[in-house]
């Protein structure tokens, strides 16, 4: 009984202090401490861009070492890993957003931000030339940003190869339109192939969704509308049993290039027993309104090209560079080689200059362009930036304590020049920074049907698994990654209300 009693008792106070702490978070994150002004004579620190990069940057940033500038045309940071769920209304799309302005406010130091977009980069002149891209226009709508010390973080753009007809008919998958885009579309082509008098073949076509690129975008895209369909569409809608089809289009001979060979074929046959078909070796070249025409490269090795008729296009073929950042390569001579992005040092210094660091999706590593890097390198550079500015304010220090220790009296002198080997002693420990190291974590990805793949590292080893374990893994993983505790909170009520209620079948 004793026993009991205890462990009842601690029970008990593990509860009160459960939510006591979360009710402190809460009060906390709603209530912000007043911030300190920025400093003039401090240098201008300018950030491009609110995605993985630069927000893993912002988050682990002393504000009050700089005078900080923001600019992006995205007023939010954005969970990436979680979008192809808001495809289907699995989860709303604002759960995976977090304000940047409530991630600025807790700083110590305020800093400024500009919903803009950086529209060219002059590095001679330092200067960063922003426009108000937004529906709503005041009397200022472009501005000029001058900048000390410069961090690209813009992320990539959708790549279409110059494939005619991509941009038109297609659909991407990398921003929160995009996913509302999609949803929309999914239930007009399903309504509109409900439509009286529908030919058995155009009901066919507008309920064909292809995607094309088979990364971990198109498989889990496809994952995601499958299950739509298998746990809520043919539900609802009976009638669209017979036509409803999702194809993957990839022109290499396997999906998911990145994952080891037992993933990607147990990646295939998950897709085979859930209906999705895999149409490798097939490189998509045209695109109009109602179909795509592909060369498919035979077993024998000859090609042929085939049309296919399609309702919704989501096309996923990976990242481009986007324009801000191959006009500043055209800029530094020492860039000219550069093809996928800025090329960097082992310090993220964009190669050919001093003040200008690259992250992400932007910068040229040699690691993959994922969210795991940006958000490593965005930590790397805070810490770089932090370890700058205690060594100038050091190095301040010493200046002074020589000026003092010149002209003072003996006896003080042997305290200064104690003081004096303390700072130096700090400034070596300070700049002990090492160049950035990445540590890959692992790939994860969803491939529907309550399975996900993973290629783990663990205890210097590497681990792969498929299924539904895996999939609870990936769950926790990314719901333990989200921005915020709102956030998290969020994610969990949208996964209960779509395993409970259904997904929402209404075309906003
Ligand atoms: P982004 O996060 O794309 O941010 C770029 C920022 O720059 C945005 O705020 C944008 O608005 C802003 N910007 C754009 N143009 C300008 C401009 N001209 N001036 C100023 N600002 C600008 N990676 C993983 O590791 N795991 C995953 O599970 C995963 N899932 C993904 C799922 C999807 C659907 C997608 C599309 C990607 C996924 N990724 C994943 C990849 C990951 O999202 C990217 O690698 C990551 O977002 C790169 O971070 P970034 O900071 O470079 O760019
Ligand atoms: P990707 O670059 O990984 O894959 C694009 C695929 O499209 C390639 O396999 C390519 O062969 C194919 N392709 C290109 N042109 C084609 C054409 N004309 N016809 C048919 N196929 C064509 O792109 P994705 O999936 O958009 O990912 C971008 C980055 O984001 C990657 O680095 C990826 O690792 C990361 N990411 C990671 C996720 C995860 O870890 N779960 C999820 C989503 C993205």
């Given at each position: 009984f004793r026993l009991l009693r205890w462990t009842f008792r601690l029970t008990y106070l593990s509860a009160i202090g459960f939510v006591g702490w979360v009710a402190y978070t809460v009060w906390v994150q709603r209530n912000p401490n007043d911030q300190i002004e920025p400093d003039p004579n401090k240098k201008t620190l300018v950030i491009l861009g609110t995605g993985w990069g630069s927000v893993s940057l912002l988050k682990k940033l002393d504000t009050e070492n700089y005078n900080v500038v923001v600019i992006s045309p995205r007023n939010y940071f954005l969970f990436t890993p979680l979008l192809p769920s808001c495809t289907t209304g699995t989860i709303e799309h604002r759960s995976i957003m977090e304000p940047v302005r409530n991630?600025?406010?807790?700083?110590?130091?305020?800093v400024k931000f500009y919903e803009a977009e950086a529209t060219k980069i002059d590095y001679e002149k330092r200067i960063v030339y922003a426009k108000d891209d937004s529906e709503i226009k005041g009397e200022s709508v472009e501005a000029e940003v001058p900048f000390d010390m410069l961090v690209v973080g813009v992320g990539a753009e959708n790549a279409t190869f110059g494939i005619p007809g991509v941009r038109e008919h297609s659909c991407f998958l990398k921003e929160v339109g995009d996913a509302q885009k999609i949803r929309k579309q999914i239930m007009d082509c399903v309504e509109t192939?409900?439509?009286?008098?529908?030919?058995p073949e155009e009901k066919k076509r507008l309920l064909h969704t292809v995607v094309v690129g088979g990364g971990p975008t198109g498989v889990e895209f496809a994952g995601e509308l499958q299950d739509f369909y298998m746990e809520d569409l043919r539900k609802w809608i009976p009638d669209i049993k017979e036509y409803f089809q999702v194809t993957l289009v990839e022109a290499l001979p396997n999906v998911l290039p990145m994952f080891s060979k037992q993933l990607i074929d147990y990646t295939e046959s998950t897709f085979k027993e859930e209906h999705i078909t895999i149409r490798t070796?097939?490189?998509?070249?045209?695109?109009?309104?109602?179909?795509?025409?592909?060369e498919v490269t035979k077993p024998d090795?000859?090609?042929?090209?085939?049309?296919?008729?399609?309702?919704?296009?989501?096309?996923?073929?990976?990242?481009?560079?986007?324009?801000?950042?191959?006009?500043?390569?055209?800029?530094?001579?020492?860039?000219k080689d550069a093809r996928r992005g800025l090329n960097v040092n082992e310090y993220l210094v964009?190669?050919?200059?001093?003040?200008?660091w690259a992250v992400g999706d932007c910068a040229v590593a040699n690691y993959a362009p994922t969210a795991q890097v940006a958000a490593q390198e965005g930590a790397f550079l805070a810490r770089l930036f932090n370890t700058m500015a205690k060594t100038d304010e050091i190095e301040?220090?010493?200046?002074?304590?020589?000026?003092?220790?010149a002209v003072a009296k003996n006896g003080d002198r042997d305290a200064i020049l104690d003081e004096i080997e303390e700072r130096q002693r700090q400034l070596r420990r300070v700049k002990q920074i090492g160049p950035f190291k990445y540590s890959h974590q692992g790939s994860l990805a969803y491939i529907g049907a309550e399975k996900a793949v993973a290629d783990v590292s663990w205890l210097s080893g590497n681990f792969a698994s498929g299924g539904t374990l895996t999939y609870l893994f990936w769950k926790s993983a990314y719901l333990s990654m989200c921005f915020s505790t709102r956030n998290r909170m969020l994610v969990v009520m949208d996964w209960l209300k779509a395993k409970f209620f259904g997904r929402d079948v209404s075309r906003e």
């Open positions: 991630i600025l406010r807790h700083k110590k130091a305020s192939a409900s439509f009286k008098d529908q030919s070796k097939t490189m998509v070249k045209n695109v109009t309104d109602k179909t795509i025409e592909a090795g000859t090609k042929e090209l085939e049309v296919m008729p399609y309702g919704l296009l989501v096309w996923a073929t990976g990242n481009a560079v986007r324009g801000v950042v191959k006009d500043l390569m055209q800029q530094i001579p020492a860039q964009v190669n050919g200059t001093e003040n200008i301040q220090q010493l200046k002074e304590l020589s000026a003092k220790q």
